[in-house]
Nanobody, 123 residues
Framework: QVRMVESGGGLVQVGGSLRLSCTTP????????MGWFRQAPGKEREDVAC??????NYADSVKGRFTISKDNARNTLYLQMNSLKPEDTAMYFC??????????????????WGQGTQVTVSS
C-alpha cells in the first residue's frame, strides 16, 4: 500500500510558524492533485488546503495564513503555516488524488494517505 510521509510538525506558540512537508518514493506527485487535512481529538477530519492543475483551494479558517505548494524537483508537498492559533492544533495529514485536474472533491477521492504529523499551538 502506498503511504505518504509527513514531517515538520511540532509545538509552537500562538502567532508562530511551521512548515509541513509530505513526500513518498512510490509516486510522482506531479501526477496527482494533493491535499492537506487535519483532525483534532473528538472532531471530524476537515479539509485544510489542496493543489491541482487548476490551482489551489483553502478552508476559510486558514485563508491568508496557510500556503500550499509543491516542489516537483524534490517530489515534495508543503504547507506553510503562519500566524498559528490554538484552534490549528491537530494531526495533519497529506493525501494524493489520482484525478490531477481538480481538488475540490471529498476526502474519499484521495487514495493515498500518510500517518500524519502533530501540530500543537500553545497559548
Amino acid at each position: 500500500q502506498v503511504r505518504m510521509v509527513e514531517s515538520g510538525g511540532g509545538l509552537v506558540q500562538v502567532g508562530g510558524s511551521l512548515r509541513l512537508s509530505c513526500t513518498t518514493p512510490e509516486l510522482d506527485l506531479s501526477d496527482f492533485a494533493m491535499g492537506w487535512f487535519r483532525q483534532a481529538p473528538g472532531k471530524e477530519r476537515e479539509d485544510v488546503a489542496c493543489i491541482s492543475i487548476a490551482g489551489t483551494n483553502y478552508a476559510d479558517s486558514v485563508k491568508g495564513r496557510f500556503t500550499i505548494s509543491k516542489d516537483n524537483a524534490r517530489n515534495t508537498l508543503y504547507l506553510q503555516m503562519n500566524s498559528l492559533k490554538p484552534e490549528d492544533t491537530a494531526m495533519y495529514f497529506c493525501a494524493a488524488d489520482p484525478f490531477v485536474n481538480y481538488c475540490g472533491g471529498p476526502p474519499s477521492a484521495y487514495k493515498h494517505w500518510g500517518q500524519g504529523t502533530q501540530v500543537t499551538v500553545s497559548s
